[in-house]
């Protein structure tokens, strides 16, 4: 989002307001085919800084990285850390890297080559196990740093240092986008993830305001996947399909035009509550019930209905036992069996 959020930053004059520092969160989109940990839709939060060089501003912005990813329950990661130089240093540095490729072209990829002449610092970026090897060999980015981009560079890692930041460099590690200049980094979850690993990633925009339209000013930000934190922390099982608390069964006509304001109900009540809403028989419903994942089946018929009660089944253990008919008591009731709380009617 950090392209936007410029934008934005410019057509407010956010710099007149003496606002140098946001962060968001929300829904982005990308045009890819879906792998673990990488979807179509995903969900992003971040931060920006605008208008400040130092790079006591990198480190600043590196150790709430850090927090950020602690706190999602992220324990086992890596702070990666680079510098890709600026526009002064970078274009030696891009000619050496074009000559060491285009000797080991045959073996790359379609998009490498591709890359190699339009943009080849993404080739350093390739997930391809098999490039990474051949890529030991290439220049680094880092014995091409002019002298101030590598004053700025040595300030970053001196002041990780002073703060007791563990960190690690990557000469290759180039981030995907084109506005970067010097400090780039990542966070890597070591477990969880295969090679999506980044959950977390950022760095340095001097000049992308300008190019935007707005004043000459530093930018620095990062952002981190929501949905990575999840799966790298253990809170997000994208293996497992999403559970349900109960799934209401209705046996009949009448029981069936009853069934969605009780559904309803049950989920103001906080459940997480499947039906039928086409009526199939009771054998078909309780096969949806069996695949819902849900623990308790509700059924409601004619019966329950004249009663005032509905059946309750445990679909875990096949006990069925009558229960209550108001929402909330089935709740309540649901919730109990489910903590082993006890085995109230």
Not at 209 to 223: K, Q, S
Not at 248 to 268: F, I, K, S, W
Not at 281 to 292: H, I, N, P, V
Request: hydrophobic share 40%; net charge neutral.
């Amino acid at each position: 989002m950090t392209a936007s959020v410029c934008r934005a930053f410019i057509e407010h004059a956010l710099e007149r307001r003496g606002v140098g520092r946001l962060w968001y969160i929300g829904p982005c989109f990308r045009r890819e085919r879906p792998q673990k940990g990488r979807y179509r839709q995903f969900h992003q939060v971040g931060m920006e800084v605008f208008g400040e060089s130092a790079p006591e501003t990198d480190v600043e912005a590196l150790e709430l990285a850090l927090e950020v990813v602690r706190a999602a329950g992220v324990g086992d990661a890596a702070l990666v850390v680079n510098s890709i130089g600026d526009e002064r240093c970078r274009p030696a540095y891009r000619e050496a890297l074009i000559a060491f490729l285009e000797r080991v072209a045959d073996r790359l990829g379609e998009d490498s080559r591709r890359r190699l002449r339009t943009n080849p610092l993404r080739v350093l970026d390739s997930k391809d196990e098999g490039e990474q090897a051949l890529f030991a060999d290439a220049p680094r980015i880092t014995d091409h740093l002019c002298d101030d981009c590598r004053a700025h560079h040595d300030r970053v890692r001196d002041a990780l240092a002073r703060l007791g930041v563990a960190f690690e460099e990557d000469p290759r590690l180039v981030r995907g986008l084109d506005y970067y200049v010097r400090t780039t980094f990542e966070i890597r979850a070591r477990r969880g993830l295969g090679a999506q690993n980044a959950v977390l990633g950022g760095g340095r925009y001097d000049g992308l305001v300008r190019e935007l339209g707005g004043p000459d000013m530093p930018g620095l930000g990062w952002a981190a996947g929501i949905e990575r934190l999840l799966l790298a922390g253990g809170a997000l099982d994208e293996t497992a399909p999403p559970r349900l608390d109960v799934y209401v069964v209705t046996l009949g006509e009448a029981a069936r035009r009853d069934a969605l304001p009780l559904v309803q109900r049950l989920r103001g009540a906080g459940l997480a509550v499947g039906w039928d809403p086409a009526g199939h028989g009771l054998g078909g419903q309780m096969k949806r019930a069996g695949r819902s994942g849900a623990r308790f089946a509700v059924l409601v018929g004619d019966d329950e209905r004249e009663r005032g009660t509905t059946t309750i089944k445990d679909l875990a253990t096949g006990e069925q036992f009558e229960g209550p008919g108001e929402p909330g008591r089935i709740a309540d009731l649901v919730r109990s069996r489910a903590s082993g709380e006890g085995n109230r009617r």
